[in-house]
T-cell receptor
Framework: DQQVKQNSPSLSVQEGRISILNCDYT??????FLWYKKYPAEGPTFLIS?????DKNEDGRFTVFLNKSAKHLSLHIVPSQPGDSAVYFC????????????FGGGTRLMVKP | DGGITQSPKYLFRKEGQNVTLSCEQN?????MYWYRQDPGQGLRLIYY???????QKGDIAEGYSVSREKKESFPLTVTSAQKNPTAFYLC???????????FGEGSRLTVL
């Protein structure tokens, strides 16, 4: 049973436009959420996180929104750039779970020039 | 520079052979993890270790073994019992506080 789901395996966006990547979770114990970005043949790198006490966290072009009642979070990239083309993983953890992250299946973002 | 080093980056193995993937970190992190990534799938946890000389099975531990004799090192052995070992393997480490994982660059194992 997948506790973290990214239902869109791929997303194509024009350069300069907004990219919205979505993530749903089922475990109500999750209280910390992260997004990782991964280029081919490289390890994922941390992008942005949000704790459950917030509903929005912004870092430059990247903003993560959390809707706890819907068990949904999204990553917004504005404006999208070709260098943003990568696979984005959503991850979640629960307090006291010892940093055990549960990952979604990833969404491949393609930003076209 | 602090970081996580995985080796080898590419590895080919014949069926029936065991192979060990190396993971070393100099971040002074207590926790270390091994994940596996298959095409079109998310990262799945193989084993993790919260402290030296202790480790726990993750979601897909069958056919794998690990050791944690030193804080800096967490090698993963892919045994011949692993039915489908061809994959991209990622090692990670973390502190106990932020929940953020720091990943190595990965090792791609291909079974011929």
């Amino acid at each position: 049973d997948q506790q973290v789901k990214q239902n869109s395996p791929s997303l194509s966006v024009q350069e300069g436009r907004i990219s919205i990547l979505n993530c749903d979770y089922t475990n109500s114990m999750f209280d910390y959420f992260l997004w990782y970005k991964k280029y081919p043949a490289e390890g994922p790198t941390f992008l942005i996180s949000i704790s459950s006490i917030k509903d929005k966290n912004e870092d430059g072009r990247f903003t993560v929104f959390l809707n706890k009642s819907a068990k949904h979070l999204s990553l917004h990239i504005v404006p999208s750039q070709p260098g943003d083309s990568a696979v984005y993983f959503c991850a979640a953890s629960a307090l006291g779970a010892g940093n055990m992250l549960t990952f979604g299946g990833g969404t491949r973002l393609m930003v076209k020039p | 520079d602090g970081g996580i080093t995985q080796s080898p980056k590419y590895l080919f193995r014949k069926e029936g052979q065991n192979v060990t993937l190396s993971c070393e970190q100099n971040l002074n992190h207590d926790a270390m993890y091994w994940y596996r990534q298959d095409p079109g799938q998310g990262l799945r946890l193989i084993y993790y270790s919260q402290i030296v000389n202790d480790f726990q099975k993750g979601d897909i531990a069958e056919g794998y073994s690990v050791s944690r004799e030193k804080k800096e090192s967490f090698p993963l052995t892919v045994t011949s019992a692993q039915k489908n070992p061809t994959a991209f393997y990622l090692c990670a480490s973390s502190t106990d506080i932020t929940g953020e994982l720091f990943f190595g660059e990965g090792s791609r194992l291909t079974v011929l």
